[in-house]
């Protein structure tokens, strides 16, 4: 991973850089405020990542390494669009309800990558542990999958930030 990547995945993680902001909410029974997936995609003979999160302040951004000198590329959304918004809490709320299904460990340690591109990495964060799990995204495309909501959240984020960033780019008509 490229070191700015990796800069703004541990940023994410870590919920230090919540306490003191208002408005942060602890949702569920581990108290989750950050949630998101991570994905790997093959380009040419490198792997690169695909970093989505969003956290109880509305907040939500994704991160992709890429071929600029950084090697980062990014989008930062949420206020403003309702429809991202909205699609971004659900996925943590849902996030918050699969914890007792993932691994927990203490806040702070590191978030295992996506082992292989056809595998996504889910995590849900408190102030007290990081929690995550890999699932195939051939398997977290099925319904009866418990993950299922909580990825179709993501997708759905994912595409409104696509929105965002193709209405963002449009040239404005003049008058």
């Known amino acids: 991973m490229k070191q700015a990547y990796i800069n703004m995945r541990n940023f994410w993680l870590d919920v230090k850089n919540l306490e003191n902001r208002k408005g942060v909410i602890e949702i569920g029974p581990d108290k989750i405020s950050v949630a998101g997936i991570e994905m790997a995609m093959q380009d040419g003979q490198t792997v690169k990542h695909l970093f989505l999160a969003t956290n109880s302040l509305g907040d939500s951004s994704v991160y992709f390494e890429n071929n600029s000198k950084s090697g980062l590329g990014g989008m ?100």
């Open 76 to 175: 930062i959304g949420g206020h403003g669009h309702e429809a991202l918004q909205n699609a971004a809490a659900h996925m943590l709320a849902h996030a918050s309800k699969l914890t007792s299904q993932m691994t927990g460990v203490a806040a702070g340690s590191a978030l295992p990558a996506p082992s292989s591109p056809a595998m996504v990495r889910l995590f849900a964060v408190s102030k007290e542990k990081l929690f995550y799990t890999e699932v195939a995204e051939e398997e977290l495309r099925k319904t009866e999958n418990a993950f299922y909501p909580f990825f179709a959240y993501s997708q759905q984020t994912l595409g409104f930030f696509r929105q965002q960033e193709a209405a963002a780019s449009e040239p404005k008509a003049h008058s």
